[in-house]
């Protein structure tokens, strides 16, 4: 089993900056799982925002945030971040991180229970 704890959400202005940080916790090694991250608005399905392979620091975004999201890891403490800049308020939705082996998923083994950022115009 795997933990994860996302923090960092809130409130920004359009055009500002925020952080997101997942830690993770417990299972076998932190480089044995891709991170991903996804998030959901009010009345929308879930989207992947994008993911970082396991130890090379790969990554992929998703179109909508590619050039103002930035995804990467610390595997000495088990952590990710979610690096956005130029937030649009259609970027408001609570933001999970999550783990799987493979980073080529939107079913991904493990989930926090997610951070809200709300974007005001």
């Known amino acids: 089993q795997v933990y994860l704890v996302e923090s960092g959400g809130g409130l920004v202005q359009a055009g500002g900056s925020l952080r997101l940080t997942c830690g993770a916790s417990g299972g076998t090694s932190f480089t044995w799982y891709a991170m991903l991250w996804f998030r959901q608005a009010p009345g929308k399905e879930r989207e992947s925002v994008g993911s970082?392979?396991?130890?090379?620091?790969?990554?992929n975004y998703a179109t909508s945030v590619k050039d103002r999201f930035t995804i990467s890891r610390d595997n000495a403490q088990n952590t990710v971040y979610l690096q956005m800049d130029s937030l649009e308020p259609e970027d408001t939705a609570v933001y999970f991180c999550a783990a799987n082996p493979s980073r080529w998923t939107t079913y991904p083994t493990y989930w926090g229970r997610g951070t809200q950022v709300t974007v005001s115009s």
């Open positions: 970082i392979a396991r130890t090379d620091g790969s990554t």
